[in-house]
């Protein structure tokens, strides 16, 4: 046996699942804090035992992710393991491959040195695939998961999710794409992990903008109208009312008219219709900007677009007399000190809910209005923001990103304002209080978001509200694919035979 003695605390439900799923590839939908993690160690254990001289491949989707992992497991285990990356060269992953007994990684990492052929399955008898949700598509787990059950001598597969989908076509790709064969799925209502788990208050709070942010709104939503009759005066969408065109009929508009470019057709129409439609989406995501996120944040992307743009939309955007006037607006309110209320309403609740001894979690969308919140938060006394951001241009590194959560869970700084990046599968010890700056049109993501705060005791958590703005859709999007998603999984739990009957799931045999 690997595991320590007395590390793993006895949960019934753990252990439960685990005897179920020890033989047979399984996914397993489990509410976060709830310990996923464990019930793939115990399987590590029971699997390296069961088939001496083999090995655990343990993908997360970030490498903080896979970090996090991999410590987990070495507290837990006395076992040879060490976490992969690009970033060490291709003959030590080779040799950390054949040397170790469990090893952690990205799927990116694994896809990479599986076509090169650096990772050879055959010793291999568990897969785990943390967040397995993102096995569809293109994702490359889908790719490991098929190369790992073809080479390897004894596979299995163990699958964890928080949040598999919200419907049932997506629940169906992902057990058909892991070979699934067994589901087993527990709620924050089952019995046995009821105890466990951690009480969350959730306050949503609505917030009316102010007339000088109302004004800029609508300049932009004049613009927008004026724009999308010169796309239909092209002939694009000259039968769909105004009234029926957004951002999405757009987006689609677009990719329609590139993948006709693409395919030869390179004509002043179909270029004059992306142009169109390109400076349509820019102007929704600075209509987006001004009403639920920042003055700072719109006027950043106004101003890129007037002094710096070089492409063609940026161009006739910089010529278009009213976007500049609004962009000059915004300026003015900034040298004004009138910024958007959320900045005001994100001070005032941690103002009032942090002391020494607790900390928060600010998300957000986007890394202007990381910018923009923790430029404001240095100003108050008692508040020690940091920013936590992705590894893309201009953003973190693996070390960084491990070192500013370790200070957090330390608390050096208390206040963690970030990106999407801590959603996913983080456990960050001390959260206490988390703001939801703006909503997010997807019932997983919510949940995510929810699971990062209140792990190891209750928490609060505050989403924020602009009125009459996207935030109002989206949060009601949110609630309804998580409303559906939690049908299916009951649906799922109450008659597991149901998938079968329908064809959802292949092979299901429980």
């Excluded at 252990?15 to 804090?33: H, M």
């Excluded at 239909?232 to 993948?259: A, D």
């Excluded at 960084?400 to 996913?424: H, P, R, W």
């Excluded at 928490?459 to 949060?475: C, K, P, Q, S, V």
């Amino acid at each position: 046996m690997l595991i320590k003695k007395d590390k793993i605390e006895e949960r019934d439900y753990q252990k439960n699942i685990f005897e179920s799923a020890k033989d047979v590839n399984t996914l397993v939908v489990l509410p976060t804090g709830l310990g996923k993690t464990i019930i793939s160690v115990l399987m590590s254990d029971y699997r390296i035992s069961k088939f001496s001289g083999s090995k655990v491949l343990f993908l997360a989707p970030t490498k903080p992710l896979v970090n996090q992992h991999y410590k987990t497991f070495f507290s837990l285990m006395d076992a040879v393991m060490n976490h992969v990356s690009g970033d060490i060269k291709k003959e030590d992953r080779k040799k950390i491959y054949e040397t170790s007994q469990i090893i952690f990684a990205t799927p990116q990492t694994i896809e990479n040195d599986m076509e090169n052929g650096t990772v050879d399955f055959s010793d291999f008898s568990l897969l785990v695939v943390d967040e397995a949700h993102h096995t569809i598509g293109n994702y490359s787990y889908v790719k490991i998961a098929q190369r790992f059950t073809a080479y390897s001598k004894h596979p299995l597969i163990l699958g964890l999710t928080a949040s598999p989908a919200s419907d049932r076509e997506k629940i169906r790709l992902i057990c058909n794409n892991l070979d699934i064969k067994n589901i087993e799925i527990r709620s924050e209502d089952d019995p046995d992990v009821k105890p466990y788990i951690k009480a969350k208050l959730i306050q949503e709070i609505r917030l009316p903008l102010p007339k000088e942010i109302l004004e800029i709104s609508s300049g932009l939503k004049n613009i927008i109208v004026e724009q999308i009759a010169s796309l239909q005066n092209l002939g694009l969408m000259k039968n769909v009312p105004v009234s029926r065109i957004n951002r999405v009929t757009i987006l689609m508009l677009q990719k329609s008219l590139q993948k006709r470019m693409f395919a030869g057709a390179r004509n002043g129409y179909t270029i004059r219709g992306i142009i169109a439609t390109s400076k349509i989406l820019k102007l929704y995501h600075a209509l987006n900007l001004i009403s639920t996120q920042s003055v700072e944040s719109f006027s950043k992307f106004a101003g890129k677009i007037i002094k710096q743009g070089t492409a063609k939309t940026d161009k006739e955007l910089a010529k278009t007399p009213e976007f500049v006037d609004l962009y000059e607006r915004a300026s003015k309110l900034l040298d004004e000190g009138i910024e958007h209320p959320k900045i005001a309403e994100t001070i005032r609740i941690l103002k009032e809910y942090l002391n020494k001894d607790k900390r928060a979690i600010i998300f957000t969308q986007y890394r202007d209005s990381v910018d923009t919140i923790y430029s404001h938060l240095l100003k108050i006394e008692g508040i020690r923001p940091v920013k936590f951001i992705g590894q893309g241009k201009g953003g973190l590194s693996q070390k960084d990103q491990i070192n500013i959560i370790k200070d957090f869970e330390a608390g050096v700084n208390n206040v963690l304002v970030s990106t999407s990046v801590s959603e996913e599968g983080m456990s960050i010890r001390g959260a206490d209080v988390a703001i939801f700056y703006e909503t997010i049109p997807s019932g997983i993501r919510a949940i995510q978001r929810r699971g990062r705060v209140g792990r190891f005791g209750a928490g609060r958590i505050f989403i924020l509200i602009a009125e009459d703005t996207n935030d109002e859709g989206y949060y009601w999007v949110a609630k309804k694919r998580e409303s559906s998603m939690k049908k299916i999984i009951k649906d799922i739990k109450a008659n597991p035979e149901s998938l079968r009957n329908d064809g959802t799931l292949k092979g299901f045999v429980r």
